[in-house]
């Protein structure tokens, strides 16, 4: 089962060692006519280190004129500036808003010289601000871009997927340097039959300027290129990723390996691309989009978002760094040096510091206030319980609601500490613990999946008799089942604690632990660690630990 670690890499290639926040994200894709039901079908990790897991909320509303908007860094809260306020603006929950609009990001970086320090736009506000003020996809991608044309742009390079019911862009962008308000930028639009992702390394090549319905472009994209330096040649061979985010080790090893894990699961042709993910920087690379060989679905996106490359050379559970208990996890940093020698962890879709995770689901034949749904959770993909929260909803549930804790404070009523009190046990002893958590997660989202179509049809009755009737139907629906999935997780954590306590194992029988017959617990079971862990600790320090001469009778 042990392999070798890890892979010797050329030092100062990691650029994925220095992502901090929200910019260490997954994005996957998948079109209205690749998915199972017609639905576009998109979904997001915020991965960051101090991100707390909380379901936003704007409501709908109108502004006088005047009237000045306070922005905000996503990642930092650090004030950067205000722009005038739209006349109306939409309800938002989460990252999609009430016409089935979703707006989902990840950070790769790209030339440092083109930061601009005086920008006010960062990423986050970008899309939250977008939600707010667009009726579609196409509505997004210029508002955003004006805004940062007008206002400057105060994030790094950027990849955006911008959704709504009918269609899903990917759109990257990164700002023009100093002394040059604005981006340059690129949106493709992903055809309906096909999948796309992205993971923190910029995806978009040649750029198809003649198609003017499925390509938007910044003027100067190209031109901004060759007055750095960036690029020479003609416009029809220009390729953005290569001039604005060119590849480096931990580009492909830690991003790209994501986008290839999601593509192989759907396609078999992926496979071709595993050198180029594992860090062949001249391998051939991956298309920004491939046509999945059967159609995608809600739960396999889900599941999807768990990977921790199972089943393929870098699988996370099947080297020593796994442990006895074939742990999918790596903490922090992501490179150490041994000997004068850089090695790198992996870098999953599924990973520990995430502060939510989410799916959209954007469903054209309903009518805006049912279809879209945003299948939402905190913490780890891999052990949150995903939700139904649809997006027309005013009252988000207690246990995702902003103030219900915080990075700093502990609370038993927030579904974010509770989902990290579970993982953060399962991590360390994971086998056996993921055995008893993943049934009890599936049970509840296929619970949540079955009754999905009874819900969309009476929230659509109630919304033909009276919307407000909808709105406090689906407000009660969506608290009942974040709350209730909350507190069975809660019933999960004391589950696991007392039958996995001090590293034995109570016996169990029909759902009860045993006793002894008198009232105590039975003696529980003592598992103790792998065979392949005992092997490993004979070969490295069996010296010491070898038991010599007459054996003790136990």
Not at 30 to 56: F, M, N, P, Q, R
Not at 357 to 372: E, I, K, T
Not at 419 to 444: G, K, T
Request: hydrophobic share 40%; glycine share 8%; aromatic share 12%.
């Amino acid at each position: 089962m042990y392999k070798k670690l890890f892979l010797a890499v050329a030092v100062g290639a990691m650029s994925i060692a220095s992502t901090q926040m929200a910019e260490a994200c997954s994005d996957l894709i998948v079109g209205k006519k690749a998915s199972v039901d017609g639905s576009v079908i998109i979904s997001y990790s915020a991965d960051s280190h101090t991100l707390y897991g909380e379901l936003y909320h704007w409501r709908a509303g109108t502004h006088a004129k005047g009237t000045m908007r306070e922005i905000r860094e996503w990642d930092t809260n650090k004030h950067l500036g205000y722009i005038p306020e739209a006349p109306v603006t939409y309800n938002v929950v989460g990252n999609m808003n009430e016409y089935q609009v979703a707006i989902t990001e990840s950070t790769w970086g790209g030339r440092k010289e083109l930061a601009d320090a005086n920008g006010i736009m960062d990423y986050g506000s970008l899309i939250y601000v977008a939600l707010q003020r667009s009726k579609s996809a196409r509505e997004a991608i210029k508002v955003m871009t004006d805004l940062v044309r007008d206002y400057g742009y105060a994030s790094s390079g950027e990849s955006f997927t911008i959704a709504d019911k009918n269609e899903v862009w990917v759109m990257e962008l990164i700002g023009k340097g100093k002394g040059k308000k604005g981006a340059v930028w690129v949106a493709i639009r992903i055809p309906d039959n096909a999948i796309s992702a992205h993971a923190n390394q910029a995806r978009i090549h040649k750029i198809p300027f003649g198609d003017k319905e499925n390509c938007m472009y910044e003027k100067d994209v190209v031109n901004l290129a060759r007055e750095k330096g960036f690029f020479k040649g003609k416009d029809e061979d220009f390729d953005f990723q290569k001039a604005y985010n060119p590849y480096t080790f931990g580009g492909l090893r830690g991003c790209e390996a994501r986008v290839w894990s999601f593509f192989r699961e759907f396609n078999k042709d992926a496979q071709k691309y595993e050198a180029h993910v594992r860090g062949d920087v001249n391998a051939e690379y991956m298309p920004l989009y491939m046509i999945p060989e059967r159609k995608v679905s809600v739960a396999d996106v889900r599941k999807a978002m768990r990977n921790h490359y199972e089943g393929t050379s870098m699988d996370m559970t099947s080297d020593v760094g796994a442990g006895p208990y074939r742990s999918p996890y790596r903490w922090r940093p992501m490179t150490f040096e041994v000997e004068g020698q850089q090695y790198t962890n992996e870098r999953a879709i599924a990973t520990q510091q995430t502060g939510f995770v989410l799916v959209a689901q954007l469903r054209s034949w309903l009518p805006d206030a049912v279809g879209g749904v945003l299948w939402f959770g905190v913490d780890d993909a891999n052990t949150a319980v995903l939700t139904p929260m649809y997006a027309s909803i005013t009252a988000i549930p207690e246990c995702y609601r902003v103030g219900n804790g915080d990075m700093m404070n502990f609370s038993w009523t927030s579904a974010f500490w509770i989902h990290n009190w579970v993982a953060n046990m399962a991590y360390n002893r994971y086998e056996p613990m993921i055995a008893d958590i993943r049934p009890v997660q599936e049970r509840l989202e296929r619970g949540f999946d079955e009754q999905q179509k009874f819900i969309d049809a009476e929230a659509v009755r109630l919304l033909k008799e009276d919307p407000a009737k909808a709105k406090a139907f689906l407000n009660n629906y969506c608290a009942d089942v974040a709350n209730g999935a909350t507190a069975r997780w809660k019933q999960l954590g004391e589950y696991l604690l007392v039958k996995y306590m001090d590293g034995n194992m109570k016996k169990e029988k029909d759902g009860r632990f045993l006793d002894n017959g008198h009232g105590l617990s039975e003696m529980p079971s003592f598992p103790g660690y792998s065979k392949e862990y005992y092997e490993a600790i004979a070969k490295t320090y069996g010296d010491k630990v070898k038991v010599s001469g007459p054996k003790d009778e136990h």
